[in-house]
Each structure stands twice: as C-alpha cells, then as structure tokens.
C-alpha cells in the first residue's frame, strides 16, 4: 500500500475496536488523535524521503531509496536526493540501513544487525518499557504516550501484513503484500472503509497528522539516544547516540516530505464517475496489471480483504490488552 493509507486504516480500527474492549488506552487516543495517527506511520516509516529531484522544477519527487531516473512531472532528467548535515550527504537507502529496524524492530535490519531484532514474544516488554519511560522520563507527556501506541499499530500491522508473521491469511490477485495489488488494497482501504465505511475526511487527517512535532520518545525507543529508563535495563545494547542529529533531522524531513507526498496520494487515489460508474486512474490501473475497479472490488471480496485488515485491527488491540496486562 502507500504506506500511510494502510497504516492509518489499521490504527483507526484498532482504536474503535480498544474502545469496543473498554481499553483504558482508547480515551487516550481519542484525546491525542493525531499524535496517535502520526505514530502509526511516521512513528515507523522513517523512509518517507525523497528518492529525487526532478531538474526541470527542482521538486522533490519519488519515495525512499527508489531513484527516478526520469521526473514524473515532466519526464525529464533528474538527480539524486540527499539529506545535508553539518557537511555530510546522507543518501535515502543509507537513513534506511541506519534506521529502519530501530523502528520495526521484528525485521528490517542490516544483515549485520539481525541480531538486534526482537521476537515477537518479546514486543509486549519492549512497548511496555517504552510507555513506563514515558512517565518516568518524559514527565507523562499524553501526546507521546498516545504517540508510542500508534507506533505500536505499525510494528503489528506491518509484521501481519508483510507475512514476517503468518497469521494473516490474505491472497490478493498474486499474493499477500506485493506491487501489483498494493494499489487494489490502497483503493479500497481509502474509498470502501475510510470514505463509505467510516465516513473519513482523508485530507484533514493526513494535514494533522504531519502538523505534529517530532517527539523524544522516537529517538528514545529506536535506541538512538543516550541510554537510559526501563527501556535501557531491558536492552543495554544497539544504542547509538552519536546518530541523534541524523535521526532528528530525518523525522523533520519526513513531516515537510509527507506534506508534499498527501497531495499526490489524494490525486493519485481519486476516483472517477463513468457512465459504467466509479474509475480509478490510469497509473493506479497499470500497476494492478490493468484492472479496472471494479474487477478490483470483485478480487478484494472474493479474498476477504476487509476480513483481513479486521483481523490484523484485532491482532494490534489484543497486543493493547498485552501491554496493559505487562504493565
């Protein structure tokens, strides 16, 4: 998916099902909303970079690590992005390498650093701790506690839905996460739950959820600070103070890149009334191997798409209820 569409989806279930439960957690959320929703994908998803600059207009363009080597503003040359810090040039793919499993924890780190994931038996510990040193370190700041737990929607959401758990069965057109269908499971996680199901204005939540500051607790629980808290008496290794000024310059640039990447999103995402009734655009078609939408809404009903991304809102509360239980 998009990532944030995905990412947002999940955590909105996940806090209407927490308050269906009585969570003490859900009245937080609903205090802190876009705290919340902000740690649900920027809490995680540090890649949320510029691939390129388009040279015709000098517009960031693309995502992460993924250069462009043609604009798709005007199809023109462009250049590699990098992130400036105090004389140094940081390439997408090398924020990534530093960054990406700090945050996922389960998966995504260096082959060099496999052993600093964390098993899943272990994240109920690991969350707890972090939300304990929120109260003890961070003076029991609501909008970084309501911050962490929707960063905890991600690392669940994310391991269900890439397969690094199995427990979510979801075979769409050609698998369970994979380029051609992460258009069909975008679309109709942005239109068929969050617009028709949920009534969602889209728009004003993604605004919110990039006007929220970078918060401590980030640099905190990814470990790339100095060690300290609960957190730090449960894992005293793979802390890297020194990257701090990285990973904080990074987080900016994720919320200023965000801002540009929703308007994209919301065009890209956009529907169309035909005279045989609602059209996707053609770029979203060409990725989902040229399906139209409705043969898209027929392959997301026949492999239980919405069942899937229920169970993957129930799987992120049961961990709410874990934590609360650890704690």
Known sequence: MSGIVGHMTYAILASEEAARRDLSVAALIRRHYASYLAGAYLGCDIQT??????????????YGAGHLDRSPITGGATRRWTLQLSGRSYAPQTICDMFYGRSHLTFGWTED????????????????????DVHDLFDSDARQLAYVVGWITHVIGDALIKGVRPDINLHLLDGRYTPRNRPIQDLISFHEVGREELGLDWSRLMDDLVNTPVEPIQLHYMRVSEPRGRL?????????????????QTLMANRRYQRVRSGRLL????????????????EMSKTAGGLRY???????????FRGAVSSIADAIADMFEQVEEYR
């Open 267 to 282: 065009r890209e995402l956009a529907l169309t009334e035909t005279s045989s009734g609602r059209e996707c655009g053609e």
């Open 113 to 132: 650093d496999t052993r600093h994931a964390r098993p899943w038996d272990a994240l109920p510990g690991y969350f707890a701790a972090v939300l304990a």
């Open 49 to 62: 970079l510029p691939a390129s600059v388009c040279e015709d207009t000098g517009e960031e363009v693309g």
């Open 294 to 304: 409705g043969e898209m809404l027929e392959l997301a009903a026949a492999a239980d």
């Open 232 to 248: 730090a008496e449960l894992h005293d290794g793979a802390w890297e103070p020194d990257d701090k000024p990285l990973l904080r």
